[in-house]
């Protein structure tokens, strides 16, 4: 005997037995025990949360000849035949394969005919958003006033998609995602009649996968008991490809310590044993999804999990500012939608690379994150004085906070005159600079340093040297001034040296008038 998947085998066959839609089902049963019957009923919501369930039962409940409290009594001839599937008068139609006018015109031509054994002929049509336009034009007219013994179930998880023309002529009911803990209820009265076991952690889990889809949600489990009849989180993590939680509390600290290479490291841990990098990816999302609720709810968060697990996302959401969790959830979000139509692995790396190292990041949220940090106790590094300097230097500012300094590495700083730094001092502490920071030795070869008061203004045609020396990276910035305090024994101030421009002797008011003349103002 072929076996029976475990949705199909506990698809409820009344309206008491459906879970998490009593929104609906108690609606439905009380229109039925008072006679009411409409000619369209319009069942919306995402895919496994009951549509159709809720239309079959809809439909014996409508021919049933003993109902109990607007329940199809199960025991009628009627519901018999129904549920053997011999009755003739219930007809299923996949809109997403019959969608033409020409099937819509023969459906047209069965309604004329009475109920073979019923009392209705109910015709429930999935996925109906699919119908084309030719195909909902011929069947307004039907669906506006169709037979007395016709009754039309209309389901769709594209609502949005239906002609409002449609939709006028239908009583519409809103099928929402059914809740992680009915869910998990769910699945624990399953495992017990099947006589398999599964801990409360798993069927979390499972719950949380099926993102409120019932039938998802037994499906997996289904898979899970192939693997084993005593379910753990391992086995659902296993099955589904997921990172688990312990992984996740790990990546959590990883990127709250920047440390990329452990990052990389364990992401490719995870690839070698098969887990996908968009499961991940989804996975770490709902991870920080689960810190950002606690940080914002102090009091009963709205999270399903185990008390345990609880318990250690409180712990971790206190090193987490709001900013920052934020700042991963857009990046991540960013690394979601790219991983469709590129490389995951890879798109993956770079999104932790990302994460773990803020200051390459120039998008407002990783701004506000180094804010953050700096608002709570990290002093902000002085940013390098921006300064343009003629042949014969002008007074400078001193700064504003003094950088501590290094230990002394000479005995004391040398005596350097204002003025072009001699080209072989210059030469030494790139040198010595390349010990440390390959990347802006390499950047100011061809350079020249020049010296004015406190200050060593440096001129190079490389632009990407203020890039990196605008004050986004103050590790750069730091490196350059040890490797100088290195070799000359003096701690000085960083700017950029401009070469004074030229003044002429053009006619300011002509200037001007030449200038506006550009912008095109009329009468010049």
């Not at 290094?406 to 030494?428: M, R, S, Y």
Request: overall charge neutral; aromatic content about 6%.
């Amino acid at each position: 005997m072929a076996y029976t998947a475990l949705y199909r085998k506990y698809r409820p066959t009344t309206f008491s037995q459906v879970a998490g839609q009593e929104h609906i089902t108690k609606t439905l049963m009380s229109e039925l025990s008072s006679g009411k019957i409409f000619h369209a009923y319009l069942f919306t919501g995402t895919r496994g949360t009951g549509k159709t369930t809720c239309a079959k039962i809809l439909a014996k409940a409508v021919n049933c000849l003993n109902l109990k409290n607007g329940d199809p009594c199960g025991d009628c001839a009627a519901c018999k035949a129904i549920e053997s599937g011999e009755v003739m008068d219930i007809t299923e139609i996949d809109a997403a394969s019959n969608n033409g006018v020409e099937n819509i015109r023969t459906l047209r031509e069965q309604l004329q005919f009475t109920p073979a054994s019923g009392k209705y002929r109910v015709y429930i049509i999935d996925e109906v958003h699919m119908l084309s336009i030719g195909a909902f034009n011929a069947l307004l007219k039907t669906l506006e006033e169709p037979p007395k013994h016709v009754v039309f179930v209309l389901a769709t998880t594209e609502v949005h998609k239906l002609p409002a023309t449609i939709l006028s002529r239908c009583q519409r009911f809103d099928f929402k995602r059914i809740e992680p803990l009915v869910i998990t209820e769910r699945i624990k009265l399953i495992a017990q009649k099947e006589g398999f076991t599964i801990t409360d952690n798993a069927a979390f889990m499972i719950a949380s996968v099926a993102d409120g889809g019932m039938r998802d949600a037994l499906s997996v489990l289904d898979l899970c008991v192939s693997a084993s009849t005593n379910i753990t989180e391992d086995t659902v993590a296993e099955v589904c490809g997921m990172a688990g939680d312990e992984y996740l509390f790990n990546f959590a600290q990883i990127i709250k310590n920047k440390d990329s290479a452990a990052a990389i490291k364990l992401a490719n841990e995870l690839y070698v044993n098969s887990v996908d990098m968009l499961r991940l990816a989804q996975d770490l999302t709902q991870h920080f999804r689960d810190l950002l609720i606690i940080k914002t709810i102090k009091n009963n968060p709205p999270i399903v999990c185990s008390s345990n697990k609880l318990k250690k996302l409180e712990e971790q959401a206190l090193n987490f500012e709001i900013t920052e969790i934020m700042r991963v959830m857009r990046l991540l979000g960013d690394s979601l939608a790219k991983m469709q139509s590129t490389n995951r692995r890879a798109e993956m790396e770079v999104t932790l690379i990302k994460l773990c190292t803020p200051n390459i990041c120039s998008d407002l949220d990783s701004l506000l994150s180094r804010v953050t940090a700096l608002e709570n106790g990290v002093k902000p590094e002085p940013k390098a004085e921006v300064k343009a300097v003629s042949s014969k230097p002008e007074p400078v500012k001193a700064e504003e906070k003094e950088i501590k300094e290094p230990e002394p590495t000479k005995p004391q700083g040398q005596n350097l005159q204002n003025g072009k730094l001699d080209p072989k001092i210059w030469k030494e502490i790139l040198a010595e600079l390349a010990k440390t920071v390959p990347l802006i030795s390499g950047i100011l070869k061809g350079s020249s340093a020049y010296i004015d008061g406190q200050f060593l203004l440096i001129e190079t045609q490389n632009s990407q040297f203020a890039e990196l020396m605008n004050g986004k990276n103050n590790l750069y910035r730091e490196k350059l001034k040890k490797a100088i305090f290195n070799i000359t024994g003096n701690n000085y101030n960083l700017g950029p040296y401009r070469k004074a421009q030229q003044t002429d002797n053009a006619d300011p008011l002509e200037s001007l008038k030449n200038k506006l003349k550009e912008l095109e103002v009329p009468g010049l």
